[in-house]
């Protein structure tokens, strides 16, 4: 089944001890991105990735770090995590050409 | 970067047109539109892309003036399982996915 994953699903923390969410699509896409979602401010764009090796700052990056060793791989990691960062946060690809971004099903994160 | 403006909310009823417009002002040359649909508790989903004039597929329709500067989302026929955030995204053609900006998002709610 064509998908992305999202591990975990939902995690309680405290503030300063870092932390990775990791993404996995099984698509071969080529652009891969990540997402935050707060009440009263829709999506915002983190980072997103082109290809392996190829990343770049989306609207709020600050806080965040995003590697792409694999194409079928983007993991999130919060270096120094603060209480701000508690939030949904979702992967998506998609291939190169197309508008469908296919989303993972989110990553419910608390910072203490 | 193109920010867009939606309606916060809307209500409907069961069988209705909808019709749910974007504006976006500031849409540069190389920008597409595009709408997603996100359910609660889950990652948003695509719904259609356009460039200009009409564009048309199996659950929506997509009316773009000449002067790009607004869209209107239209769902003919709703129905209870259409309620949800909708999404319109002002950004690069298919795979760019670079600096795309969600926006807040309408939520459509349908009514028996």
């Known amino acids: 089944e064509a998908q992305v994953t999202q591990n975990p699903r939902y995690l309680i923390t405290v503030t300063g001890k870092k932390l990775t969410v990791t993404c996995s699509q099984n698509m071969n896409h080529e652009y891969m991105s990540w997402y935050r979602q707060d009440p009263g401010l829709g999506l915002r764009q983190i980072y997103y990735s082109m290809n392996v090796e190829v990343t770049d700052k989306g609207d709020v990056p600050e806080g965040y770090k995003v590697s792409r060793k694999e194409k079928r791989n983007f993991p999130l990691i919060l270096e120094s995590p603060s209480p701000n960062q508690t939030s949904l946060y979702f992967c998506?690809?998609?291939?190169?050409?197309?508008?469908?971004?296919?989303f993972g099903p989110g990553t419910r994160l608390t910072v203490t | 970067l193109a920010k867009t403006t939606q309606p916060i909310s809307m209500d409907s009823y069961e069988g209705q047109e909808v019709n749910i417009t974007c504006s976006h002002n500031?849409?540069?040359?190389?920008?597409?539109i595009t709408w997603y649909q996100q359910f609660p508790s889950q990652g948003p989903r695509f719904i259609i892309q356009g460039y200009k004039t009409k564009v048309t597929n199996e659950v929506a329709s997509l009316f773009i003036p000449a002067d790009r500067k607004s869209s209107t989302l239209s769902l003919p026929r709703v129905s209870l399982s259409d309620t949800a955030v909708y999404y319109c995204l002002v950004g690069g053609r298919g795979g760019s996915q670079g600096n795309l900006i969600f926006g807040k998002g309408t939520k459509l709610s349908v009514k028996p």
């Open positions: 998506a690809s998609n291939p190169t050409g197309s508008p469908e971004q296919y």
């Open positions: 500031n849409i540069a040359t190389n920008d597409y």
